[in-house]
């Protein structure tokens, strides 16, 4: 092989490595969550999930754009001052000696796990409705997605395939459970970008500024070069 053909395949492979998944099976697509919605994942998360997970780049007043107002803020989320950061109450330290391993901040959980299989909420979607029991495991769970998490199944009281046997009053049919993970998923991926939307429509603004500024630019460029052309036929007579 010459030095050309090698350089050529070397690059080939370059291009073609970052679209590979390695085996990797493409994961289900997170439902679309209406962002009225986003309130019952709000709540859903305070009540579930908060304990041990924390939201260190969401401020409480700003669930006021998901459509909560200041005294629902204060009565269902139990949330401090609007300014302050919605963090666990429980030190890194004491977390770490009492579960063996600080729960992580899910700020960014959804954009950190976006991957060639799916997006973040794709991968968060699917890790939520993937717990099963394990007896061998530390919690009593597993689950297929991150397999031998030290999580355990926080939810498992809501999910409906995973405990008829224990009769718990608030289960939950599959259809209704995989909703209101759903709506959970969608609070995380605003959580991740708050002002995602807002950008998307200054965006829009911005673009429609620009189409608009240079149809003006070349209707003015146009006038110019009226001008000039005619200028230059004058002085050649026409020509």
Known sequence: MTPMTTRAALLAFCLFLPFQS??????????EVPRDALQEGAELFVNECQTCHGLSFVRFGQLAELGFSEKEIAEKL????PGEFMRVAAKRDDQKRWFGVAPPDLSL???AHASSE??????LYAYLRSFRRDDASPTGWNNDVFTKVAMPHV???MQDATNPEEGAADALSPEDYDRRVATLVGFLAW???PHAALRKRVG???VAFLLVFSA???ALKREYWRDITGDRRQETGGR
Do not use: C, E, K, Q
Not at 22 to 31: Q, S
């Open 191 to 193: 959580a991740g970008d």
């Open 109 to 111: 959980t959804v954009r």
């Open 216 to 218: 003006l630019a070349y």
């Open 22 to 31: 390695f085996g990797g099976a493409a994961l289900p697509t997170a439902p």
């Open 78 to 81: 139990l949330a401090g001052a």
């Open 155 to 157: 939810l498992w009281r």
């Open 204 to 206: 829009i603004g911005v």
């Open 118 to 123: 799916g997006s973040g909420a794709d991968w």
